[in-house]
């Protein structure tokens, strides 16, 4: 949505573009992320870590940065509604952006107004041009004039006449992704408090893979042992590359929720004849498979709690990659093997790197190039809309089209039954989804499961003793405002013998 000069709101009046260097470095990266995304349709987890980088923004800056960027790209349709309402006229897209980092100070931040207000005009005097500072001044003000609390009713629609479109406004959501979520939760009693979730920034979740790292390692860096993973700590601040555990691999940045369902298959009994083959059919960039690939070759060090079933192996000192001397694991008598696989050959390549004793493929999982019905334990992490991270990607909202789910759904349904083809009789398939949506989820199992007749269908609760909330069953539902994870979905299925 490029622009021509001097149109639209907010006009330059002939004033030069060249822009003067930035005085305030925090502001300045945000407004490029904003612009970024809105222009050339950027990633921000990808572009604000390297501007910061590059620019040398660090502490408090970076945290400010890091809040302005990804909280103002959560809350573009609240920041808009209001915009809107205080707007004579339609803004030039780069004043539009301004005045939402402007907005975002006021109505979620605790920035002074007049501090929020004068910040912004500033960087729109340096980045834009006096006219346009003109502009946004007298819009920010205006804002200012109310808390979020009292511009809500006024810019959304009535709740009791139209409660979806009255939550999407209120919480910064598209209506489609509001309904979604409804519908998945059952009802709207705890819709508020998931979409409010979706708008906190969460804290960075790390993995320590076991007999390669240690949650107590990871401790030492300032991190906390996780609420529900063995394998979890919960990093504060700082930047988790530093830690030298991240840094070779024996450790990474993993979801809690992803690190549980890995676990999950893990910890299903089959009856295996000798060594256990594992498939990680669409692997890439590798937080599974590299988790995975740890419990083949060491086990479950830690095992689940209140009474489930645990690996009694101890840890040792890591062997080097494809080496056989390690120890054998009471919960895989014959020890394992890992197979990780993914279409794109960057991604396999990604996991490649990320894993230690796995064997690394590239390949469609629906023409598969491995055997079939050879696999004990089979993990399908599905392509999917990732609705369930959006507090992780801020603009992934924005981008979402529901009219992409009908194309997802026929790709899930044919990996899954590849997936299913390629476990033995006996054997367990995991159905993964970073998505809570109903037809990605429980649909797509219900129609393979109801279409086939050789699968059944295991709670998978029972594999996750450690976790509450996790919905009626069979399939378990993470939340972000239940767990503090994102809205990972898991299906265990099992192939009859």
């Given at each position: 949505?490029?622009?021509?000069?001097?149109?639209?709101?907010?006009?330059?009046?002939?004033?030069?573009?060249?822009?003067?260097?930035?005085?305030?470095?925090?502001?300045?990266?945000?407004?490029?992320?904003?612009?970024?995304?809105?222009?050339?349709?950027?990633?921000?987890?990808?572009?604000?870590?390297?501007?910061?980088?590059?620019?040398?923004?660090?502490?408090?800056?970076?945290?400010l940065a890091t809040e302005l960027?990804?909280?103002?790209?959560?809350?573009?349709?609240t920041y808009d509604a209001v915009?809107?309402?205080?707007?004579?006229?339609?803004?030039?897209?780069?004043?539009?952006?301004?005045?939402?980092?402007?907005?975002?100070?006021?109505?979620?931040?605790?920035?002074?107004?007049?501090?929020?207000?004068?910040?912004?005009?500033?960087?729109?005097?340096?980045?834009?041009?006096?006219?346009?500072?003109?502009?946004?001044?007298?819009?920010?003000?205006?804002?200012?004039?109310?808390?979020?609390?009292?511009?809500?009713?006024?810019?959304?629609?009535?709740?009791?006449?139209?409660?979806?479109?009255?939550?999407?406004?209120?919480?910064?959501?598209?209506?489609?992704?509001?309904?979604?979520?409804?519908?998945?939760?059952?009802?709207?009693?705890?819709?508020?408090?998931?979409?409010?979730?979706?708008?906190?920034?969460?804290?960075?979740?790390?993995?320590?893979?076991?007999?390669?790292?240690?949650?107590?390692?990871?401790?030492?860096?300032?991190?906390?042992?996780?609420?529900?993973?063995?394998?979890?700590?919960?990093?504060?601040?700082g930047d988790p590359g530093q830690?030298?555990?991240?840094?070779?691999?024996?450790?990474?940045?993993?979801?809690?929720?992803?690190?549980?369902?890995?676990?999950?298959?893990?910890?299903?009994?089959?009856?295996?004849?000798?060594?256990?083959?594992?498939?990680?059919?669409?692997?890439?960039?590798?937080?599974?498979?590299?988790?995975?690939?740890?419990?083949?070759?060491?086990?479950?060090?830690?095992?689940?709690?209140?009474?489930?079933?645990?690996?009694?192996?101890?840890?040792?000192?890591?062997?080097?990659?494809?080496?056989?001397?390690?120890?054998?694991?009471?919960?895989?008598?014959?020890?394992?093997?890992?197979?990780?696989?993914?279409?794109?050959?960057?991604?396999?390549?990604?996991?490649?790197?990320?894993?230690?004793?796995?064997?690394?493929?590239?390949?469609?999982?629906?023409?598969?190039?491995?055997?079939?019905?050879?696999?004990?334990?089979?993990?399908?992490?599905?392509?999917?809309?990732?609705?369930?991270?959006?507090?992780?990607?801020?603009?992934?909202?924005?981008?979402?089209?529901?009219?992409?789910?009908?194309?997802?759904?026929?790709?899930?349904?044919?990996?899954?039954?590849?997936?299913?083809?390629?476990?033995?009789?006996?054997?367990?398939?995991?159905?993964?989804?970073?998505?809570?949506?109903?037809?990605?989820?429980?649909?797509?199992?219900?129609?393979?499961?109801?279409?086939?007749?050789?699968?059944?269908?295991?709670?998978?609760?029972?594999?996750?003793?450690?976790?509450?909330?996790?919905?009626?069953?069979?399939?378990?539902?993470?939340?972000?405002?239940?767990?503090?994870?994102?809205?990972?979905?898991?299906?265990?299925?099992?192939?009859?013998?």
């Amino acid at each position: 949505m490029k622009t021509k000069g001097g149109q639209g709101a907010g006009g330059r009046g002939g004033a030069s573009r060249t822009r003067r260097p930035a005085r305030d470095q925090a502001r300045n990266a945000a407004f490029d992320v904003v612009r970024a995304v809105d222009e050339r349709d950027a990633y921000a987890n990808l572009l604000l870590p390297r501007l910061l980088r590059e620019r040398g923004i660090k502490g408090r800056d970076a945290a400010l940065a890091t809040e302005l960027a990804y909280g103002t790209l959560r809350g573009l349709g609240t920041y808009d509604a209001v915009i809107e309402m205080c707007s004579d006229r339609a803004p030039d897209p780069d004043v539009r952006d301004a005045l939402r980092l402007g907005a975002h100070q006021l109505l979620r931040m605790r920035v002074p107004p007049h501090a929020a207000v004068g910040t912004t005009v500033d960087l729109v005097r340096l980045r834009i041009g006096p006219g346009a500072a003109k502009f946004v001044n007298a819009v920010l003000r205006k804002i200012g004039s109310r808390t979020l609390e009292e511009w809500v009713p006024i810019v959304a629609p009535d709740p009791a006449d139209d409660p979806v479109g009255h939550l999407a406004v209120a919480y910064g959501h598209p209506r489609w992704i509001v309904s979604a979520f409804r519908d998945a939760l059952g009802g709207s009693d705890e819709l508020a408090d998931l979409l409010d979730a979706d708008n906190a920034r969460p804290l960075v979740t790390l993995v320590a893979r076991p007999g390669r790292s240690s949650v107590e390692e990871l401790e030492d860096f300032g991190a906390l042992p996780g609420r529900y993973s063995p394998y979890a700590a919960y990093l504060r601040e700082g930047d988790p590359g530093q830690i030298g555990a991240v840094a070779e691999t024996r450790a990474a940045v993993q979801d809690e929720a992803s690190q549980l369902v890995t676990l999950a298959l893990t910890r299903v009994p089959v009856d295996a004849d000798g060594e256990e083959l594992w498939l990680d059919m669409c692997a890439g960039p590798g937080g599974k498979a590299g988790l995975l690939d740890a419990i083949a070759t060491y086990g479950d060090l830690a095992g689940p709690a209140d009474g489930a079933r645990r690996s009694t192996a101890e840890a040792t000192p890591e062997p080097a990659r494809g080496s056989a001397d390690v120890p054998v694991p009471e919960a895989f008598p014959g020890g394992a093997r890992l197979l990780a696989a993914d279409v794109q050959p960057h991604r396999a390549r990604l996991v490649w790197q990320t894993t230690r004793d796995a064997s690394v493929v590239t390949a469609d999982g629906t023409e598969p190039a491995w055997r079939q019905g050879v696999f004990d334990r089979v993990m399908l992490d599905a392509p999917c809309t990732g609705l369930g991270a959006l507090r992780r990607r801020p603009e992934a909202r924005w981008r979402r089209d529901p009219a992409g789910i009908a194309e997802l759904g026929k790709l899930q349904r044919r990996l899954l039954d590849s997936a299913l083809d390629a476990v033995r009789p006996g054997g367990v398939v995991a159905y993964v989804t970073c998505s809570p949506h109903l037809a990605e989820t429980r649909v797509v199992v219900g129609d393979v499961v109801g279409r086939r007749g050789d699968v059944e269908q295991l709670d998978a609760r029972d594999y996750l003793p450690e976790v509450d909330g996790l919905g009626d069953g069979p399939h378990a539902q993470f939340w972000p405002h239940r767990h503090g994870t994102d809205a990972m979905f898991l299906a265990l299925l099992r192939k009859r013998s």
